[in-house]
């Protein structure tokens, strides 16, 4: 074989090697589940916002209006916003529907589907849209996300992992542990079922690729599940991988930061400095590398520029929402790339 037939012959190698590459990737889809509470489950709001011109003083007054302050529709129609939102709707102004990232939701009825918005409460968004959008850009594979949240629910109790033993409060020792356990059982159910859930990705390799959490909002009400909660997370991130069969799972923690960047002293602002030590390898060395975390109180919307003045479901804020996906998103892409 001359030096020529060579070069070719491995040149042919190496592209039969990159095609089946290109082809096995195409079969594998990249899962990332997103887990919490009712900031998971998404209260942001898409069309309607806050009424510039809201008088409660006035008969018939309307506090909220398609396209009003707050509402992910506004962020597309202010001058400051609409550059920097602009992929989220095609040139008519429809949602864009992603023909790559397909997502499975324990909201209301267990919506699933194309990633667009209504995957939230009602038809609202939560951090999946922004998620959803950045990971789905950055990876060659198709992305399924699994959501399994439900509103109210407490780490100390509702998703309270094995290693952590029985809970030291009153109340249903059955309730223990049951949202951690519904959470394995959604995960198992739309794996094993796939084809039935989304045909399109019947057939297709399942690799789970990563897990977000956004929760802490019910913890925060009780200083003793405060105290507890750091052992709890970090119980948490190593059931789930032991439940989950992956080794080192990347962990992405999106503090529970509705409190605002204003906010001084007291046991949720003590939580949000423990949910991001989870990603300081400092005080997590056995995390070092394959869990980070994300600091949302810099996305709180006063009052005036939300939807609502709820303090909690972070004002019904589409902005706010949207921007702990992208950044949870960032995040694991980041966790990824090591």
């Excluded at 990249?30 to 008969?59: C, T, W």
């Excluded at 399109?200 to 003793?224: I, P, S, T, V, Y």
Aim: aromatic share 8%.
């Amino acid at each position: 074989m001359n030096r020529l037939t060579k070069i070719m012959t491995v040149a042919a190698l190496a592209t039969t090697a990159y095609a089946v590459s290109v082809q096995a990737a195409s079969k594998t889809v990249k899962v990332f589940i997103l887990a919490g509470q009712s900031n998971m489950v998404g209260h942001g709001k898409v069309e309607d916002g806050r009424n510039p011109d809201y008088d409660k003083n006035k008969p018939g007054a309307k506090r909220e209006i398609p396209g009003g302050i707050g509402g992910l529709r506004y962020l597309l129609t202010n001058p400051k916003t609409a550059d920097q939102y602009k992929h989220l709707a095609d040139a008519d102004g429809k949602w864009v529907v992603r023909d790559d990232v397909w997502i499975y939701s324990t909201t209301d009825r267990g919506e699933k589907g194309p990633l667009t918005v209504g995957f939230g409460a009602g038809r609202w968004i939560g951090p999946e849209l922004g998620f959803g959008h950045v990971v789905g850009d950055q990876l060659k594979e198709p992305v399924l996300i699994i959501k399994t949240a439900w509103g109210g629910k407490s780490l100390g109790v509702d998703f309270r992992p094995p290693s952590s033993g029985k809970s030291p409060y009153k109340g249903d020792p059955e309730n223990v542990g049951k949202f951690y356990r519904d959470m394995l059982s959604t995960i198992k159910d739309v794996r094993d079922n796939l084809g039935t859930y989304f045909p399109e990705l019947k057939g297709r390799k399942l690799e789970l690729a990563g897990f977000g959490w956004h929760q802490g909002w019910n913890d925060g009400c009780n200083a003793e599940m405060v105290s507890e909660y750091e052992k709890n997370m970090a119980n948490f991130i190593k059931d789930v991988r032991k439940d989950l069969g992956v080794k080192d799972l990347p962990f992405v923690i999106a503090n529970t930061g509705l409190i605002g960047l204003k906010a001084k002293g007291g046991v949720r602002a003590e939580l949000c400095e423990i949910q991001m030590a989870m990603g300081n390898p400092k005080k997590h060395p056995e995390f070092a590398g394959n869990v980070a975390s994300v600091e949302t109180r810099g996305f709180k919307r006063a009052t005036e520029q939300s939807p609502s003045g709820f303090g909690y479901h972070w004002n019904h804020s589409g902005e706010s929402h949207f921007l702990v996906g992208d950044a949870m998103g960032k995040a694991m892409v980041k966790l990824l790339s090591k």
